[in-house]
Protein backbone atom coordinates (compact mmCIF):
# COMPACT_ATOMS: atom_id res chain seq x y z
CA UNK A 1 0.00 0.00 0.00
CA UNK A 2 1.11 3.33 -0.76
CA UNK A 3 -0.17 6.69 0.84
CA UNK A 4 -0.23 10.24 -0.76
CA UNK A 5 0.78 13.36 1.04
CA UNK A 6 0.23 16.73 -0.89
CA UNK A 7 1.27 19.93 0.33
CA UNK A 8 2.24 23.56 -0.79
CA UNK A 9 -1.77 24.56 -1.79
CA UNK A 10 -2.97 28.46 -0.79
CA UNK A 11 -3.85 31.26 -2.15
CA UNK A 12 -1.39 33.27 -4.53
CA UNK A 13 -1.93 36.22 -7.09
CA UNK A 14 -2.25 36.15 -10.79
CA UNK A 15 1.51 35.87 -12.04
CA UNK A 16 2.45 34.35 -8.97
CA UNK A 17 3.83 30.88 -7.96
CA UNK A 18 3.04 27.94 -6.02
CA UNK A 19 5.26 24.76 -5.35
CA UNK A 20 3.43 21.65 -4.74
CA UNK A 21 5.07 18.63 -2.93
CA UNK A 22 3.31 14.84 -2.92
CA UNK A 23 5.23 12.83 -0.62
CA UNK A 24 4.65 9.02 -0.94
CA UNK A 25 5.46 6.35 1.85
CA UNK A 26 4.75 2.70 2.08
CA UNK A 27 5.43 -0.14 -0.15
CA UNK A 28 7.08 2.76 -2.85
CA UNK A 29 9.59 0.86 -4.54
CA UNK A 30 7.36 0.01 -7.74
CA UNK A 31 6.13 3.28 -8.22
CA UNK A 32 7.53 4.01 -11.55
CA UNK A 33 4.67 7.16 -12.54
CA UNK A 34 3.39 10.34 -10.61
CA UNK A 35 1.79 13.10 -11.73
CA UNK A 36 -0.73 15.39 -10.49
CA UNK A 37 -4.45 16.12 -11.57
CA UNK A 38 -6.89 18.58 -10.83
CA UNK A 39 -10.31 19.29 -10.66
CA UNK A 40 -11.74 22.99 -10.37
CA UNK A 41 -15.32 23.95 -9.69
CA UNK A 42 -17.77 23.14 -12.23
CA UNK A 43 -14.72 21.37 -14.46
CA UNK A 44 -13.97 18.12 -15.72
CA UNK A 45 -10.60 16.25 -13.43
CA UNK A 46 -7.78 16.86 -15.65
CA UNK A 47 -3.90 15.85 -15.61
CA UNK A 48 -2.06 18.11 -15.54
CA UNK A 49 1.87 17.25 -15.44
CA UNK A 50 3.46 13.09 -15.39
CA UNK A 51 6.58 11.68 -14.49
CA UNK A 52 7.64 8.39 -15.97
CA UNK A 53 10.95 6.66 -14.69
CA UNK A 54 11.75 10.02 -12.98
CA UNK A 55 12.94 11.85 -16.35
CA UNK A 56 9.72 11.63 -18.74
CA UNK A 57 7.46 14.09 -18.49
CA UNK A 58 4.37 15.53 -19.97
CA UNK A 59 2.01 18.34 -19.28
CA UNK A 60 -1.61 19.69 -20.05
CA UNK A 61 -1.27 22.40 -23.37
CA UNK A 62 -3.10 24.78 -20.47
CA UNK A 63 0.09 24.28 -18.18
CA UNK A 64 3.41 23.98 -20.91
CA UNK A 65 5.56 26.34 -19.95
CA UNK A 66 4.55 27.45 -16.85
CA UNK A 67 4.59 24.14 -14.41
CA UNK A 68 7.18 21.84 -13.41
CA UNK A 69 7.04 18.56 -12.42
CA UNK A 70 10.03 16.91 -10.69
CA UNK A 71 11.05 13.68 -8.42
CA UNK A 72 13.25 13.09 -6.30
CA UNK A 73 13.47 9.49 -5.74
CA UNK A 74 15.47 9.46 -2.90
CA UNK A 75 12.51 11.37 -0.89
CA UNK A 76 10.08 9.25 -3.23
CA UNK A 77 8.45 13.14 -3.40
CA UNK A 78 7.11 14.83 -5.99
CA UNK A 79 6.62 18.37 -7.19
CA UNK A 80 4.67 20.54 -8.71
CA UNK A 81 6.21 23.39 -9.70
CA UNK A 82 3.65 26.58 -10.75
CA UNK A 83 4.60 29.24 -12.00
CA UNK A 84 3.01 32.74 -13.78
CA UNK A 85 -0.45 31.35 -12.40
CA UNK A 86 -3.63 32.36 -13.61
CA UNK A 87 -7.72 32.30 -12.15
CA UNK A 88 -8.01 29.25 -14.11
CA UNK A 89 -5.45 27.25 -12.18
CA UNK A 90 -7.63 27.70 -9.71
CA UNK A 91 -8.78 23.84 -8.67
CA UNK A 92 -7.80 20.98 -5.79
CA UNK A 93 -4.47 19.32 -6.81
CA UNK A 94 -4.20 15.48 -6.68
CA UNK A 95 -1.53 13.17 -6.49
CA UNK A 96 -1.83 10.49 -8.09
CA UNK A 97 0.80 7.61 -8.91
CA UNK A 98 0.89 3.73 -9.28
CA UNK A 99 3.41 1.17 -10.43
CA UNK A 100 2.78 2.08 -14.10
CA UNK A 101 0.73 4.65 -16.58
CA UNK A 102 -1.50 3.81 -19.11
CA UNK A 103 -3.46 6.30 -20.00
CA UNK A 104 -4.50 9.48 -18.47
CA UNK A 105 -8.26 7.84 -18.69
CA UNK A 106 -7.05 5.22 -16.38
CA UNK A 107 -5.96 6.88 -13.38
CA UNK A 108 -2.88 5.46 -11.15
CA UNK A 109 -3.57 3.24 -8.23
CA UNK A 110 -2.69 5.72 -5.35
CA UNK A 111 -4.46 9.22 -4.60
CA UNK A 112 -3.44 11.74 -2.40
CA UNK A 113 -6.36 13.64 -0.69
CA UNK A 114 -5.75 16.69 -2.59
CA UNK A 115 -4.66 20.57 -2.00
CA UNK A 116 -6.26 23.55 -3.02
CA UNK A 117 -4.69 26.12 -5.17
CA UNK A 118 -6.64 29.64 -5.25
CA UNK A 119 -5.13 31.89 -7.64
CA UNK A 120 -6.98 35.78 -7.39
CA UNK A 121 -6.01 38.90 -6.78
Known amino acids: QVQLVESGGGLVQPGGSLRLSCAAS????????MGWYRQAPGKERELVAL???????NYADSVKGRFTISRDNAKNTVYLQMNSLKPEDTAVYYCNAGPNYYSDLIPMDYWGKGTLVTVSS
Open 51 to 57: IISGVTT
Open 26 to 33: GSIFSINA
